[in-house]
């Protein structure tokens, strides 16, 4: 496997597949990979000749300079992971060589990039939106592949890929979670054994509420328990929320057939979690 950490080499050689039409796929990750990241390389690797994943801790995502500081960085086993799993070349550029000094351009997604993730990180999505447009110039993939633990983000860049013409399929893959029903995050690293067994919350509340809201439970009522449920657990909760999967508009009363996603974000032992399932 390559490692490259400059963009005009990585120019170089992704101009000599695109001269052979070979299919490049995509995996850009944050590091501290896991499964869920893994799951991604494997998918990309059937359907791609080569394979490129991206390593790189954005930090205009984040709008909180702790959490920047706190994100775990796991380069040596991140870049041996990726090699045992099938990935051809591996990115990992440093702030110079992706960001200008001085950089103004601020991508605004509307009304999605001001609910859920985007009301309580401020910024957050101009971020993603930024480096993901940098990636997609770069790598030019024919396939990009994201998590859906990640739905909105999956959404915005869903957005970006259409409203910027990039010419990049968007391939999102069902969460891997653990034997308890926790979603694989990178952030789980930072959770003591104890942390990882009260953040099992997040997918037990999920789980129950669309079985709730399948059974025509009203959205209120549903919200109202997991809120009684997360209490009880004493976690911190951030949000708890049912969305119209395209829109990301709240849902306070469902429709028939509406493609609804539910959201949650809260935090155990001070790390901030985040976990979804679709309704349809
Ligand atoms: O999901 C992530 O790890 C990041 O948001 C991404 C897509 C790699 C952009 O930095």
Redesign the pocket.
């Known amino acids: 496997m390559l490692v490259i950490n400059e963009i005009s080499q990585l120019i170089d050689i992704i101009d000599g597949y695109k001269i052979q039409k070979k299919i490049i796929g995509f995996v850009?990750?944050?590091g501290a990979l896991h499964e869920g990241h893994l799951e991604l390389i494997k998918v990309a690797k059937k359907e791609c000749y080569i394979v490129i994943s991206s390593i790189?801790i954005?930090p205009t995502?984040f709008n909180n300079t702790t959490d920047l500081a706190k994100y775990p960085r796991t380069l040596d086993s991140d870049t041996k992971l990726l090699s045992e799993n099938g990935c051809d070349l591996v990115f990992c550029p440093n702030d110079g060589e992706m960001y200008n000094k001085n950089e103004v351009i601020n991508i605004d997604f509307g009304a999605i990039g001001n609910v859920l993730e985007g009301k309580y990180r401020k910024g957050h999505f101009n971020g993603?939106g930024l480096?993901?447009s940098k990636f997609f110039n770069i790598v030019r993939p024919d396939i990009a592949y994201?998590g859906q633990k990640?739905f909105q983000?999956f959404t915005v860049i869903k957005m970006l890929v259409e409203n910027l013409k990039f010419n990049v399929k968007l391939r999102c893959i069902p969460t891997i979670r653990a034997k308890s029903g926790l979603a694989l995050s990178s952030r789980n690293m930072r959770l003591s054994e104890a942390g990882k067994e009260k953040a099992v919350a997040f997918y037990n509340s999920l789980s129950k509420a669309k079985k709730n809201l399948l059974e025509g439970i009203s959205v209120k009522e549903v919200i109202k328990e997991a809120k009684i449920q997360f209490e009880k657990e004493e976690i911190e909760l951030e949000y708890f929320e049912v969305v119209n999967s395209d829109t990301f508009v709240i849902i306070n009363s469902m429709e028939v057939g509406e493609n609804a996603a539910i959201c949650v974000a809260g935090y155990v032992e001070g790390i901030r979690l985040i976990d979804n399932m679709l309704l349809n």
């Open positions: 850009p990750t944050m790189y954005n995502q993603v480096i993901i994201f990640d983000q």
